[in-house]
């Protein structure tokens, strides 16, 4: 494993047990961040931290509820106990729930949703940011989503209003907060080659005939083009680049 852009940094990545989250942990322990893994599911944030540990890289798991204040503020304290500080934090944890028109959704699943999707990007930035501003800076990147502020679906309206909603919150935190040597961006990927773009009953080759006629490029993305833009944002080479929601869909919401 090659140190480069992030050697010395220590890279806080929530919603880190699989997928997106996983693949952006891994991309950071690769450019020699040491990593903390969080989530709520300990096996399965202790299944990154093992993976980058085969590649000779730094990492802890540690389980945390974004929804909640002090298990956030539990897990950046950790985070800097261990490596010594927070340079960047990737705030990627998120669901999809409340699916159907807006007048059927039900009310528990609309605040399941928000209080992760929203509440859990806020008080995420608010612990992250407390302990940045207060030793030298650092970077944010949110993981939004092209349905929201980009783009809109039908049957996912309240998903599609959290995640507009986290674009919102992001740009207006990088306000907020630049001053102070805070810089926060995000992404906003869309449909990826994960179970999440998959309809019910469908498989990897039905999806990818699906995106043939629906995509403008005809295919799903890549988590490690996803990875790609999230380190990019993270790094020295984005320092002029700040509230910015940058769009990864192939051109659907063009």
Same mark, same amino acid.
């Given at each position: 494993?090659?140190?480069?852009?992030?050697?010395?940094?220590?890279?806080?990545?929530?919603?880190?047990?699989?997928?997106?989250?996983?693949?952006?942990?891994?991309?950071?322990?690769?450019?020699?961040?040491?990593?903390?893994?969080?989530?709520?599911?300990?096996?399965?944030?202790?299944?990154?931290?093992?993976?980058?540990?085969?590649?000779?890289?730094? /990492?802890?798991?540690?389980? *945390?509820? %974004?929804?909640?204040? &002090?298990? +956030?503020? !539990? $897990?950046?304290?950790?985070?800097?106990?261990?490596?010594?500080?927070?340079?960047?934090?990737?705030?990627?944890?998120?669901?999809?729930?409340?699916?159907?028109?807006?007048?059927?959704?039900?009310?528990?699943?609309?605040?399941?949703?928000?209080?992760?999707?929203?509440?859990?990007?806020?008080?995420?930035?608010?612990?992250?940011?407390?302990?940045?501003?207060?030793?030298?800076?650092?970077?944010?990147?949110?993981?939004?989503?092209?349905?929201?502020?980009?783009?809109? /679906?039908?049957?996912?309206? *309240?998903? %599609?209003?959290?995640? &507009?909603? +986290?674009? !919102? $919150?992001?740009?207006?935190?990088?306000?907020?907060?630049?001053?102070?040597?805070?810089?926060?961006?995000?992404?906003?990927?869309?449909?990826?080659?994960?179970?999440?773009?998959?309809?019910?009953?469908?498989?990897?080759?039905?999806?990818?005939?699906?995106?043939?006629?629906?995509?403008?490029?005809?295919?799903?993305?890549?988590?490690?083009?996803?990875?790609?833009?999230?380190?990019?944002?993270?790094?020295?080479?984005?320092?002029?680049?700040?509230?910015?929601?940058?769009?990864?869909?192939?051109? *659907?919401?063009?």
């Amino acid at each position: 494993m090659n140190a480069a852009r992030f050697s010395a940094k220590t890279v806080l990545v929530t919603g880190a047990g699989q997928g997106a989250g996983r693949e952006i942990a891994l991309a950071f322990a690769r450019e020699g961040a040491s990593v903390v893994a969080a989530g709520r599911t300990a096996a399965s944030i202790g299944e990154t931290v093992r993976l980058i540990e085969a590649e000779g890289g730094k /990492a802890l798991a540690v389980t *945390a509820d %974004v929804a909640d204040s &002090a298990s +956030v503020a !539990a $897990l950046v304290a950790r985070t800097v106990e261990v490596f010594g500080g927070l340079d960047v934090a990737v705030n990627n944890a998120g669901m999809i729930r409340g699916v159907g028109p807006i007048a059927d959704v039900e009310e528990d699943a609309w605040r399941q949703l928000f209080d992760t999707n929203v509440t859990g990007t806020w008080l995420s930035m608010k612990h992250e940011i407390a302990h940045m501003r207060a030793h030298g800076g650092g970077a944010i990147v949110n993981v939004a989503s092209n349905l929201g502020a980009h783009k809109r /679906a039908a049957n996912l309206g *309240a998903y %599609v209003t959290s995640k &507009a909603a +986290v674009s !919102a $919150l992001t740009r207006n935190a990088a306000l907020d907060h630049i001053g102070e040597g805070v810089r926060i961006n995000a992404v906003s990927p869309g449909p990826l080659a994960t179970t999440m773009s998959l309809r019910q009953g469908e498989a990897d080759a039905d999806r990818a005939d699906r995106m043939k006629a629906e995509n403008p490029s005809g295919r799903v993305g890549s988590l490690a083009e996803l990875a790609a833009a999230v380190l990019y944002l993270a790094s020295d080479d984005a320092a002029f680049t700040v509230g910015a929601d940058l769009v990864l869909d192939g051109g *659907a919401s063009a």
